[in-house]
């Protein structure tokens, strides 16, 4: 397994069993779900804050 950081998350039963379903749904982990939403989010966040600096930079 490579090199990833290993922390404590505490997460809400309703957010556990979503995610659980989710996970079986797609064939991944809990483990593996998380790390993918997180990615999403992550692509998603930075594709807005790359075009919010486009938008300033062209005024």
């Given at each position: 397994m490579a090199n990833k950081k290993r922390f404590l998350l505490r997460l809400d039963p309703k957010v556990w069993a979503a995610l659980?379903?989710?996970?079986?749904?797609?064939?991944?982990?809990?483990?593996?779900?998380?790390?993918?939403?997180?990615?999403?989010?992550l692509r998603a966040r930075l594709k807005t804050r790359d075009e919010e600096r486009d938008a300033d930079a062209s005024t």
């Open positions: 659980q379903a989710e996970a079986e749904q797609n064939l991944r982990s809990v483990n593996g779900q998380i790390e993918f939403f997180l990615r999403q989010a």
